[in-house]
């Protein structure tokens, strides 16, 4: 009897582990994640509690709650110093792209130099990597001193897909995942070319905690699968 319940006990405890794993993710790639979790909880594992914000957010979280798992771009995620990642699972390569509202006429980049690109939205560039991308491209394009005037900085990249959405501003700098998910209430987006900014390799960090934690491992190896990679895929990565 004894052994029965211990052996109780260990199963009601590993659930109770895998339903508590905690993860980080980049606010712009909230909807590929939310699909990846109800695959990965469809096909019999435990619930995962996601958090999304920019990266001063999620940092500032994770230093503060069991987090084992950041899901954004791996050259921010190595520059901090205040979180120990043990190994990155690459999940794909971020794109920038100008994304345009709807009436807007917009064929490349030299249009945001345009009169009638009146506002041009992005994030901040010290908190999501499409900020810093973005003003890699700038600077590059030599763009960035024509355009400076119609900046508008925000939080995040759905901040900037919203407003875009909404014709609060003409353009947005973000990334594609995003531009894709609001494809219907935007009117189109044409993709900066590489060239102009450092490249962005989107990556699942393990923090020193996931290491040890069975769930964690668990759903590492989720990300690996063919369903986990369609997800991205069709969400531009």
């Known amino acids: ?4 319940l211990v052996f109780l006990c260990v199963a009601l405890l590993s659930h109770v582990c895998a339903d508590d794993l905690k993860i980080a ?10 699909e990846v979790l109800k695959a990965y909880e469809a096909s019999g594992n435990g619930k995962i509690d996601a958090m999304y914000g920019n990266m001063a957010q999620i940092f500032a979280h994770a230093k503060q709650a069991e987090i084992s798992l950041v899901i954004a771009d791996k050259k921010f995620l190595e520059k901090q110093k205040e979180l120990s990642f043990a190994t990155y699972q690459t999940i794909g390569t971020g794109i920038a792209v100008i994304a345009y509202a709807k009436g807007v006429s917009f064929d490349s980049i030299e249009d945001l130099t345009k009169e009638s ?8 560039a010290k908190k999501a990597i499409y900020g810093d991308a973005g003003m890699e491209f700038l600077n590059n394009a030599k763009l960035y001193d024509r355009v400076k005037e119609k900046l508008l900085v925000v939080a995040t990249v759905p901040q900037v897909s919203s407003y875009v959405a909404t014709h609060e501003v003409d353009v947005g700098i973000m990334n594609l995942t995003a531009a894709l998910d609001s494809i219907d209430k935007i009117g189109g987006y ?3 070319p590489q060239t102009y900014y450092t490249p962005i390799e989107i990556v699942a960090g393990s923090l020193n905690a996931c290491e040890a934690d069975q769930a964690c491992q668990a759903f590492v190896a989720f990300l690996k699968t063919p369903k986990a990679k369609e997800i991205f ?3 531009g990565l």
């Open 190 to 192: 044409i993709k900066i």
């Open 25 to 34: 993710v980049g606010a712009g790639y909230k909807k590929p994640v939310v």
């Open 1 to 4: 009897m004894k052994k029965i």
């Open 233 to 235: 895929v069709k969400y």
């Open 117 to 124: 690109i009146k506002s041009i939205a992005m994030p901040e």
